[in-house]
């Protein structure tokens, strides 16, 4: 059976890292990806942020699912924001020419560095996020939300619920294997359509019910009779995660620096190739 | 049994097995060696085991719900692996351990009805056969019910309903007595002894030997993916070593019979129950 959680078990840094440095970093991350519309700072962004994710899962960083997640989404972005993005009006020259789609009109250069930037934003912090969802075991995930403030019963809700997608996924294959020996045809995607309705009403059923006993069992064993229960794997701040903490704020205060200074770096306005995109923003004007 | 010689037969297994991949490179988990069986019809064999030894396993294989590795496993001289999952459903049912995971009609007529029009039958012969089915399995007045709402013991009989209602010539039962009161397993066993007379070939796995030695013709236990015996429930029962290698603990009436005849060799090998048990140790004059 496949597992479904995201967690990848290793012992890197990243993986001994504070749950709440991780965190830390997305916050960073975020933040100075939003502040910047310039491809430079935010590839730079993408970049260490896909460092991080090999140092932590080595080549299982290229193969993940947000990974392929974010793979999918550069071919939406770029192509979609290229041919609709409304900023376009130079179009773009590909070998000497240019694309035109009917209904949409001429890929232009615009479109493209807008759906560039859109996409290294989101990417970098889908990447980050990344990070911190392979090396977090649950249990830390949660002792670190609750760390960061977050309510115990929240916490626990969201622990649980992530621990039960694996049970369910299994619970879902037993369904539909019931559904199958009963004749449920599979032959067209009509009749996959068809089929959901036997499949789902059992999986709600028996979760529910499955919710039912957990709660029952929970206040069985005293649940909830205390919000600041102790914790089962406590962490403490190590020289590491400060130091880990110490680099994500400097970066957050350098990228504001700069930002101060130069403004957002957005180029929309001098550019009217692609190449001029990748000259103006590595290479400087 | 003696007569199966005579008997045709409905499926056969040939040197099946089935290995579960894990992850890529390693070896997965060899969950069936090399099995060869046959089944014959209008008989009840039961598929006794400790959890892990493979039964499932095997049953998954008649409709197809698991491929073979390697092997092959015939039904009416045709190949399952071949064959379609809804395609052999009306050959071979399959009743679930949980009733739970199959139900999910607003009624107990609609969850008969499903099955039925899935072979695309015309709605006056599926309208004759639910009713049929109803009557046959004493679910008429709880028809409109919703299934959900019904006692374990009736969704079970629910969900065989179901399953036979599309006239399968081989029915496995998954653990049919788990959760089930005395009445609910008597129910059960006379259903399928009902069913085995209209022809049916009937195979249970279950842990429940009590159950096992009652109702079934025929025992095969397996062991880590291995048959290692076939044959009736009192061979199977009064033979310890395979006993102990199963890790199963025969019904109490075999267990005394067999420590009588560790003492006594003329203590005969026969299909037991309490009432017997007592006549016959009555007649050695060990029960005053």
Not at chain 1, 31 to 55: D, E, G, R, W
Not at chain 1, 211 to 216: D, F, N
Not at chain 1, 263 to 279: C, H, M, T
Request: hydrophobic content about 45%; charged content about 20%; glycine content about 6%.
């Amino acid at each position: 059976m496949k597992d479904i959680s995201l967690y990848i078990p290793g012992n890197s840094f990243f993986h001994r890292c504070d749950c709440r440095v991780k965190l830390l970093f997305i916050a960073v991350y975020t933040v100075i990806a939003y502040m910047f519309f310039t491809p430079s700072v935010l590839a730079f962004l993408f970049v260490t942020a896909m460092v991080f994710n090999v140092i932590a899962i080595g080549s299982k960083a290229f193969t993940h699912l947000m990974t392929k997640m974010v793979v999918i989404m550069m071919f939406f972005l770029i192509i979609i924001h290229g041919f609709v993005n409304p900023v376009g009006v130079t179009p773009a020259t590909v070998y000497g020419h240019t694309i035109t789609l009917p209904f949409f009109g001429k890929y232009t250069v615009e479109g493209f560095y807008m759906g560039l930037v859109n996409w290294l934003r989101l990417s970098s912090v889908i990447l980050i996020a990344e990070l911190f969802v392979t090396t977090t075991s649950p249990a830390e995930m949660m002792s670190g939300f609750h760390k960061i403030g977050l309510p115990y019963n929240f916490c626990f809700m969201l622990s649980a619920s992530l621990q039960l997608i694996p049970i369910s996924t299994r619970e879902a294959n037993i369904i539909a294997s019931a559904q199958r020996a009963r004749g449920l045809s599979e032959k067209t995607l009509v009749d996959r359509f068809k089929g959901l309705v036997p499949m789902f009403v059992p999986l709600v059923v028996s979760s529910l019910g499955r919710m039912e006993t957990m709660s029952m069992a929970l206040e069985s064993r005293a649940f909830g009779n205390t919000t600041k229960p102790t914790e089962l794997r406590d962490s403490h701040f190590k020289k590491s995660d400060f130091a880990a903490a110490a680099l994500a704020i400097v970066m957050l205060f350098a990228f504001a620096g700069i930002r101060a200074v130069y403004g957002s770096l957005d180029i929309v306005n001098q550019i009217s190739s692609i190449r001029d995109i990748f000259a103006l923003s590595f290479i400087g004007r | 049994m003696s007569n199966s010689a005579e008997k045709k037969v409905i499926a056969k297994v040939i040197n099946l097995e089935h290995v579960y991949p894990v992850a890529k490179g390693s070896e997965g988990i060899h969950a069936l060696k090399h099995v060869n069986l046959e089944f014959y019809e209008q008989e009840i064999t039961a598929i006794i085991g400790q959890n892990g030894s493979g039964k499932t396993t095997l049953s998954k294989h008649f409709n197809g719900l698991l491929r073979p590795t390697s092997g092959q496993v015939i039904i009416n001289g045709r190949d399952v692996a071949k064959r379609r999952v809804s395609e052999m459903a009306k050959e071979v049912g399959y009743v679930f351990q949980n009733p739970n995971y199959q139900l999910f009609c607003a009624t107990v007529r609609e969850e008969i009805r499903f099955g039925l029009k899935n072979l695309k039958l015309k709605e006056s012969e599926i309208k004759e056969k639910t009713v049929e089915i109803l009557d046959e399995f004493g679910l008429r007045s709880i028809a409109g019910k919703q299934p959900v709402s019904l006692g374990m013991g009736t969704k079970k009989v629910v969900a065989l309903a179901s399953v036979c209602a599309m006239d399968p010539e081989i029915l496995f039962l998954d653990e049919p007595t788990t959760g089930q009161d005395q009445r609910g397993k008597t129910r059960l066993g006379n259903l399928a002894l009902q069913m085995k007379e209209a022809g049916r070939t009937i195979m249970i796995i279950s842990h429940d030997m009590e159950f096992v030695a009652r109702y079934a013709d025929r025992v095969v236990v397996m062991t880590k993916g291995e048959v290692i015996m076939d044959g009736t429930p009192e061979e199977v029962f009064s033979n310890e070593e395979v006993m102990e290698r199963a890790m199963i603990k025969p019904p109490q009436t075999y267990a005394i019979a067999n420590h009588i005849r560790d003492k006594d060799d003329s203590f005969p090998c026969v299909r037991l129950d309490a009432d017997l048990t007592a006549k016959l140790l009555t007649e050695k004059g060990l029960l005053k």
